[in-house]
């Protein structure tokens, strides 16, 4: 659970710091400039979506638990919480699997400018990187 609150806030300040480098290159450029990156946003949102489960499932048994340790639940509820858990299992790996694969292979980019503009606006706002990775193919 302290993993996935650790990648929660890491993908929610990324979301952010992403967001605002589409909302300032298209300031800057009077929304000529295009932002490419959704593919490291999309990533971001499926990282917060699971690791939020994770706390409304596990949460929700340590809340129960600290109130009720003797309670014996019925065998519905532990097959439930196990099948929920290996969803959230699946999609945590998902998630990890994807933004992976996106900051180790893909590049943010953005078109609409010259040539001069963009060098403009790469000496800029040089953080977070426009060029995620020295190692894309």
Request: aromatic residues 14%.
């Amino acid at each position: 659970m302290n993993l996935c609150l650790a990648a929660e806030c890491t993908a929610t300040y990324s979301l952010s710091k992403y967001e605002d480098l589409q909302r300032h290159v298209g300031d800057y450029t009077n929304n000529a400039a295009k932002v490419y990156n959704n593919d490291i946003i999309a990533a971001e949102v499926l990282t917060i979506v699971f690791c939020v489960l994770v706390a409304t499932l596990f949460g929700a048994d340590y809340f129960f638990l600290i109130f009720w340790p003797e309670r014996k639940y019925p065998r519905w509820y532990n097959i439930a919480r196990i099948g929920c858990a290996l969803f959230i299992l699946i999609g945590l790996w998902t998630a990890a699997l994807a933004s992976t694969v996106i900051v180790a292979a893909h590049a943010a980019g953005f078109t609409g400018v010259d040539e001069q503009k963009k060098q403009e606006i790469l000496n800029l706002y040089n953080r977070p990187p426009l060029g995620i990775s020295p190692f894309r193919y």
